[in-house]
């Protein structure tokens, strides 16, 4: 067995049956002040909605999310299923990753891969990457949206993360074409979430609103969730393309002239396409010593995410057509 | 170093910043007070800025800025593009930074009147509202409105910031008259404490740090301020409330209720009640994933075991069995109205209440504040943006608390039933009566045995339409028809109920709404004697007609829709009445110059431009007898 599948059998267990046993994890104060909140959030949703569904994207903030919804339904499973949008370009341990945990915990995780798109041959490196989240993540989203007729849709995206997102509401109202209108957000008071749609609209929440990226690292070492293992360092083959760290994940990636993977110590901050995703070089090949690394920080987070780059406010133009 | 060792002192050091948890704070200020520069500057000075934000905001100062060759911190924070090129700020930005003492989640709101909607979402979460006031202006009426706004949404605590003090010369003087002028009208509001200081965001003085020009102040900078805040005694002392938000039954052997602490605390042992029913038990487990707990308090989201099974659902209050919660269906409130629609007394809206959603109308609306001046005012309907004093009347019992005391258990908002929108915030002040599903006197004779007499299933057809679309004219037919059949009928429309019961009456939307309230009130009366009757009432807004839907039991609402286009009905004029009002004569009248919503799934759609009128009833009569209510 590897030490992905391991580590997620252990994971499991914790929610396997009622234990009874008294408390014996410790949190510190203003992780749970958020974790009380997302679990309220959360909960609100599986009540109100006929067909909610939890976005899954294999990261760290998905990890989290989807450990809250563990939390708030134990000893029941969460009355909802996972959905991933699988672009087929990700890193192959994500996808390890992926199935050993739906698996251990046996929850329904739903795959949607754009198979046209695919077998048009359109890729990362081709296509560039607008085109191929546009095609390969947008729209695969919005057609796993229809088929399956979601009415609410869970996502992990942060208000600290980019600064269109800082001015989404919690429940953010989609209308039938997905689309986000930032002029026209519903008010949304107190605790008080107005869950009230028309068929074929739908309702995006974001649990993790108010969390940071260090909270969401906190909160992971507190509760020992398991994450996949490339956001620890390791010695890995990458290139160095428009000044990232590009990781060599397996033989697609067509290599530039001059370029010769070369192994690095790296990691990862955030996870998504690999020919997308830029790694930094770092010997924190612990939860701990991320953390620490993560104090002294001084470069944000989406930076390693190359879609965010291509023009200023370009996650609300994406927002509006659709994306999360 | 072992991985324990390590693991300790890593979330000690985390864990430092943010032991006091997290602070949320609201910071508003009419446009160019400095409200952006001021957070931006908190980020700033905390070093949470990243290099590459910074080399964003560098450029953006270039293009945008209006700080020269400074960097503009305003820029940080106006995150919608259209903010962005119009420098200015139409919703609530959220921020994050942290200090060696506390986390703080910073909500930054605009302010303009008309985006009033928007700093109340960001009022509603917050525990301390910033109040910007720009030293050459003084206390404006804004500072006035979102001070009223900070403290109707329920902030206890204000921080005066007098900024731009550098253009006003750092004075003492002007400070103090500030405050003085402030406190004038601020102080009658009952805040717990409110908190003057004076600065200069652009600078950086007594934000962050001691303001040198003006030494002459000695109490706390605002992060000072923020970061000392006591926040944690005041919840702890409140009766213990629990909005049951799910009940988690994974198999036979486990029945838990799942919800937030939104008050108080709970222990394993306590005695407990439902608010609604008045079901009493004892806590037996409070169970959460890391393991059962002793005790819970307020903002704690768990799932209670109780030692008897007792009927128990979404929706339900679970509250101390010593300090109970009240349970009414009607009471009165103070709203904020957030949609572009007025509010009309008498209008049909979702009410939603922690975890409880229930039809709702406002009875009366007892007067309007006026947000500027805080003048009470009487009027008849409440605008975008107006806030008023209403009596509210509710489908079913609802348990709350004055929002005084408790935030959670005395807030609700208001859900159009059409739209979805969410149209009003409210707070509740005391409930008017006590609940009286209690007290419904049991009558030997009901509905059931009435209708039995009669041979028939009671039914209110309810034909809307133009003036002159046909209404009366079927209507008429049909119940000349079920006479004949030997039914019991009666009908209502508008010639006699407006002279009578309805005299008092216009036609504005208000009185509109009234007007098909009261008939749906009668209607419903003829349905409980068993009757079959018909309704034909222009009956125009959806929310009226679906009210009255719900009066009744299922099956028992048949809605005609006589559909007769409105040129059609105006060549007709049969009352001359199109005349009229096309000469200004009729003002509002439906189809010109007050609109008319048509039905979205009516029972019965009769197309009086292919039927005759005989034909039209005929087909009403046939759908009756299809449904089995002619007996
Ligand atoms: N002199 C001076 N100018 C300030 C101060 N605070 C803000 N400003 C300037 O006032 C203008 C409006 O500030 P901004 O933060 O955008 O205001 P907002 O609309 O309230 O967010 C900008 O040009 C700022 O540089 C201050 O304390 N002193």
């Given at each position: 067995m590897s030490s992905i599948q391991e580590n997620v059998k252990a994971y499991a267990a914790r929610f396997a049956g009622d234990s009874k046993k008294p408390a014996d994890r410790k949190l510190s104060a203003h992780l749970k002040a958020l974790e009380a909140e997302s679990i309220h959030i959360i909960r609100e949703v599986a009540a109100e909605f006929e067909r909610p569904v939890m976005l899954y994207s294999i990261g760290k903030d998905s990890a989290v999310m989807l450990h809250l919804a563990l939390k708030a339904f134990y000893p029941a499973k969460p009355p909802f299923p996972l959905q991933h949008v699988d672009t087929t370009f990700k890193f192959g341990d994500m996808i390890t990753f992926r199935d050993a945990l739906a698996e251990e915990l046996g929850l329904e995780i739903r795959v949607e891969i754009n198979e046209d798109a695919i077998a048009r041959g359109v890729?990362?490196?081709?296509?560039?990457?607008?085109?191929?989240?546009?095609?390969?993540?947008?729209?695969?989203?919005?057609?796993?949206?229809?088929?399956?007729?979601?009415?609410?849709?869970?996502?992990?995206?942060?208000?600290?993360?980019?600064?269109?997102?800082?001015?989404?509401?919690?429940?953010?109202?989609?209308?039938?074409?997905?689309?986000?209108?930032?002029?026209?957000?519903?008010?949304?008071?107190?605790?008080?979430?107005?869950?009230?749609?028309?068929?074929?609209?739908?309702?995006?929440?974001?649990?993790?609103?108010?969390?940071?990226?260090?909270?969401?690292?906190?909160?992971?070492?507190?509760?020992?969730?398991p994450i996949v293992p490339l956001y620890l360092a390791g010695h890995r083959p990458v290139v160095e393309r428009d000044g990232q760290l590009i990781m060599v994940d397996d033989d697609r990636l067509p290599l530039k002239e001059g370029e010769t993977p070369e192994l690095k110590m790296v990691r990862f901050r955030t996870?998504?396409?690999?020919?997308?995703?830029?790694?930094?070089?770092?010997?924190?090949?612990?939860?701990?010593?991320?953390?620490?690394?993560?104090?002294?920080?001084?470069?944000?987070e989406r930076s390693g995410r190359l879609i965010d780059h291509d023009e200023a406010g370009s996650m609300e133009k994406k927002k509006r057509e659709g994306y999360f | 170093m072992n991985i324990q060792a390590k693991r300790d002192e890593v979330i000690e050091r985390l864990t430092h910043s943010g032991g006091r948890g997290v602070l949320r704070f609201l910071t508003c200020g009419s446009v160019d007070d400095g409200k952006s520069t001021l957070i931006g500057r908190l980020l700033y000075d905390s070093k949470l800025l990243f290099e590459d934000q910074l080399n964003v905001l560098e450029r953006d100062s270039r293009k945008h800025g209006t700080a020269g060759d400074e960097i503009d911190f305003a820029l940080l924070l106006d995150g919608l593009e259209a903010e962005r090129e119009q420098g200015i700020t139409i919703d609530v930005a959220y921020r994050f930074f942290a200090t060696e003492k506390r986390k703080f989640v910073v909500a930054d709101t605009p302010g303009h009147e008309q985006y009033t909607r928007n700093m109340a979402t960001g009022a509603s979460t917050a525990d301390v509202a910033v109040i910007l006031i720009d030293a050459r202006k003084g206390v404006l009426v804004q500072t006035l409105r979102h001070t009223y706004i900070a403290r109707m949404m329920g902030i206890r605590h204000i921080v005066l910031a007098v900024n731009k003090m550098d253009l006003a010369?750092?004075?003492?003087?002007?400070?103090?008259?500030?405050?003085?002028?402030?406190?004038?009208?601020?102080?009658?509001?009952?805040?717990?404490?409110?908190?003057?200081?004076?600065?200069?965001?652009?600078?950086?003085?007594?934000?962050?740090?001691?303001?040198?020009?003006?030494?002459?102040?000695?109490?706390?900078?605002?992060?000072?301020?923020?970061?000392?805040?006591?926040?944690?005694?005041?919840?702890?002392?409140?009766?213990f409330r629990m909005p049951v938000q799910w009940v988690n039954r994974p198999n036979l052997n486990f029945r838990g209720y799942s919800g937030m602490i939104v008050s108080g605390k709970v222990s394993v042992g306590d005695a407990i009640v439902v608010a609604q029913s008045g079901l009493a038990a004892n806590v037996s487990r409070i169970v959460t994933a890391d393991g059962d707990l002793e005790t819970a308090t307020a903002g704690d989201a768990v799932t209670l075991v109780l030692n008897q099974e007792i009927d128990i659902s979404r929706g339900d209050v679970l509250a101390s069995a010593e300090q109970r919660p009240e349970v009414s269906d009607?009471?009165?409130?103070?709203?904020?109205?957030?949609?572009?629609?007025?509010?009309?007394?008498?209008?049909?809206?979702?009410?939603?209440?922690?975890?409880?959603?229930?039809?709702?109308?406002?009875?009366?609306?007892?007067?309007?504040?006026?947000?500027?001046?805080?003048?009470?005012?009487?009027?008849?309907?409440?605008?975008?943006?107006?806030?008023?004093?209403?009596?509210?009347?509710?489908?079913?019992?609802?348990?709350?608390?004055?929002?005084?005391?408790?935030?959670?258990?005395?807030?609700?908002?208001?859900?159009?039933?059409?739209?979805?929108?969410?149209?009003?915030?409210?707070?509740?002040?005391?409930?008017?009566?006590?609940?009286?599903?209690?007290?419904?006197?049991?009558?030997?004779?009901?509905?059931?045995?009435?209708?039995?007499?009669?041979?028939?299933?009671?039914?209110?057809?309810?034909?809307?339409?133009?003036?002159?679309?046909?209404?009366?004219?079927?209507?008429?037919?049909?119940?000349?028809?079920?006479?004949?059949?030997?039914?019991?009928?009666?009908?209502?429309?508008g010639d006699?109920?407006?002279?009578?019961?309805?005299?008092?009456?216009?036609?504005?939307?208000?009185?509109?709404?009234?007007?098909?309230?009261?008939?749906?009130?009668?209607?419903?009366?003829?349905?409980?004697?068993?009757?079959?009757?018909?309704?034909?009432?222009?009956?125009?807004?959806?929310?009226?007609?679906?009210?009255?839907?719900?009066?009744?039991?299922d099956g028992e609402f048949v809605e005609v829709f006589v559909d007769t286009p409105l040129d059609v009905c105006m060549q007709r004029d049969v009352k001359g009445l199109y005349k009229k009002a096309q000469a200004g004569e009729i003002k509002n009248f439906t189809g010109l110059d007050s609109p008319y919503e048509e039905p979205e799934a009516p029972e019965i759609r009769l197309d009086t431009s292919k039927l005759s009128a005989e034909e039209a009833a005929d087909q009403v009569i046939s759908h009756l007898r299809e449904r089995g209510r002619l007996g």
């Amino acid at each position: 067995m590897s030490s992905i599948q391991e580590n997620v059998k252990a994971y499991a267990a914790r929610f396997a049956g009622d234990s009874k046993k008294p408390a014996d994890r410790k949190l510190s104060a203003h992780l749970k002040a958020l974790e009380a909140e997302s679990i309220h959030i959360i909960r609100e949703v599986a009540a109100e909605f006929e067909r909610p569904v939890m976005l899954y994207s294999i990261g760290k903030d998905s990890a989290v999310m989807l450990h809250l919804a563990l939390k708030a339904f134990y000893p029941a499973k969460p009355p909802f299923p996972l959905q991933h949008v699988d672009t087929t370009f990700k890193f192959g341990d994500m996808i390890t990753f992926r199935d050993a945990l739906a698996e251990e915990l046996g929850l329904e995780i739903r795959v949607e891969i754009n198979e046209d798109a695919i077998a048009r041959g359109v890729n990362p490196w081709d296509s560039g990457s607008q085109l191929h989240t546009q095609i390969l993540k947008t729209e695969a989203l919005r057609s796993a949206m229809n088929r399956h007729k979601y009415d609410a849709a869970f996502g992990g995206a942060r208000r600290d993360e980019e600064k269109s997102r800082a001015k989404e509401r919690i429940f953010s109202f989609r209308d039938s074409n997905h689309g986000w209108d930032p002029k026209n957000q519903r008010p949304e008071l107190w605790r008080n979430y107005n869950t009230k749609i028309k068929k074929g609209e739908s309702i995006r929440v974001f649990p993790l609103s108010n969390w940071t990226e260090l909270d969401i690292w906190q909160y992971i070492l507190e509760q020992d969730i398991p994450i996949v293992p490339l956001y620890l360092a390791g010695h890995r083959p990458v290139v160095e393309r428009d000044g990232q760290l590009i990781m060599v994940d397996d033989d697609r990636l067509p290599l530039k002239e001059g370029e010769t993977p070369e192994l690095k110590m790296v990691r990862f901050r955030t996870l998504g396409c690999y020919p997308l995703t830029g790694a930094i070089e770092s010997t924190a090949q612990s939860l701990e010593e991320i953390v620490l690394e993560m104090l002294t920080a001084r470069t944000s987070e989406r930076s390693g995410r190359l879609i965010d780059h291509d023009e200023a406010g370009s996650m609300e133009k994406k927002k509006r057509e659709g994306y999360f | 170093m072992n991985i324990q060792a390590k693991r300790d002192e890593v979330i000690e050091r985390l864990t430092h910043s943010g032991g006091r948890g997290v602070l949320r704070f609201l910071t508003c200020g009419s446009v160019d007070d400095g409200k952006s520069t001021l957070i931006g500057r908190l980020l700033y000075d905390s070093k949470l800025l990243f290099e590459d934000q910074l080399n964003v905001l560098e450029r953006d100062s270039r293009k945008h800025g209006t700080a020269g060759d400074e960097i503009d911190f305003a820029l940080l924070l106006d995150g919608l593009e259209a903010e962005r090129e119009q420098g200015i700020t139409i919703d609530v930005a959220y921020r994050f930074f942290a200090t060696e003492k506390r986390k703080f989640v910073v909500a930054d709101t605009p302010g303009h009147e008309q985006y009033t909607r928007n700093m109340a979402t960001g009022a509603s979460t917050a525990d301390v509202a910033v109040i910007l006031i720009d030293a050459r202006k003084g206390v404006l009426v804004q500072t006035l409105r979102h001070t009223y706004i900070a403290r109707m949404m329920g902030i206890r605590h204000i921080v005066l910031a007098v900024n731009k003090m550098d253009l006003a010369d750092n004075s003492r003087g002007r400070f103090h008259e500030i405050v003085a002028e402030y406190l004038k009208s601020a102080d009658a509001l009952g805040f717990e404490s409110i908190t003057p200081i004076p600065m200069s965001a652009r600078f950086g003085d007594n934000v962050t740090c001691r303001s040198e020009a003006m030494s002459w102040h000695t109490g706390p900078t605002l992060l000072e301020y923020l970061e000392d805040l006591d926040l944690d005694t005041e919840l702890r002392s409140e009766p213990f409330r629990m909005p049951v938000q799910w009940v988690n039954r994974p198999n036979l052997n486990f029945r838990g209720y799942s919800g937030m602490i939104v008050s108080g605390k709970v222990s394993v042992g306590d005695a407990i009640v439902v608010a609604q029913s008045g079901l009493a038990a004892n806590v037996s487990r409070i169970v959460t994933a890391d393991g059962d707990l002793e005790t819970a308090t307020a903002g704690d989201a768990v799932t209670l075991v109780l030692n008897q099974e007792i009927d128990i659902s979404r929706g339900d209050v679970l509250a101390s069995a010593e300090q109970r919660p009240e349970v009414s269906d009607q009471f009165a409130a103070e709203i904020l109205w957030m949609a572009n629609d007025d509010l009309l007394p008498g209008r049909s809206y979702l009410l939603k209440i922690g975890t409880a959603t229930t039809p709702a109308t406002i009875t009366t609306l007892k007067h309007r504040v006026d947000i500027n001046t805080y003048e009470k005012q009487p009027s008849r309907k409440l605008e975008m943006n107006g806030i008023g004093f209403c009596n509210v009347s509710t489908a079913r019992p609802i348990a709350f608390d004055p929002f005084r005391e408790v935030r959670d258990t005395g807030s609700f908002i208001l859900i159009d039933r059409f739209t979805n929108q969410t149209v009003g915030g409210g707070m509740i002040e005391f409930g008017l009566r006590r609940a009286s599903n209690i007290h419904t006197q049991a009558m030997d004779v009901s509905k059931e045995r009435r209708s039995q007499i009669k041979g028939q299933k009671p039914t209110l057809l309810w034909f809307t339409g133009l003036s002159g679309a046909g209404k009366s004219t079927v209507a008429n037919i049909v119940e000349r028809k079920l006479a004949e059949a030997g039914l019991h009928t009666y009908s209502l429309d508008g010639d006699n109920v407006r002279h009578g019961l309805n005299r008092d009456l216009g036609f504005t939307d208000g009185d509109r709404v009234e007007n098909i309230r009261r008939i749906g009130e009668v209607g419903k009366l003829f349905v409980d004697a068993g009757l079959l009757v018909t309704c034909s009432f222009i009956s125009p807004f959806r929310s009226e007609r679906r009210m009255v839907r719900e009066l009744v039991d299922d099956g028992e609402f048949v809605e005609v829709f006589v559909d007769t286009p409105l040129d059609v009905c105006m060549q007709r004029d049969v009352k001359g009445l199109y005349k009229k009002a096309q000469a200004g004569e009729i003002k509002n009248f439906t189809g010109l110059d007050s609109p008319y919503e048509e039905p979205e799934a009516p029972e019965i759609r009769l197309d009086t431009s292919k039927l005759s009128a005989e034909e039209a009833a005929d087909q009403v009569i046939s759908h009756l007898r299809e449904r089995g209510r002619l007996g």
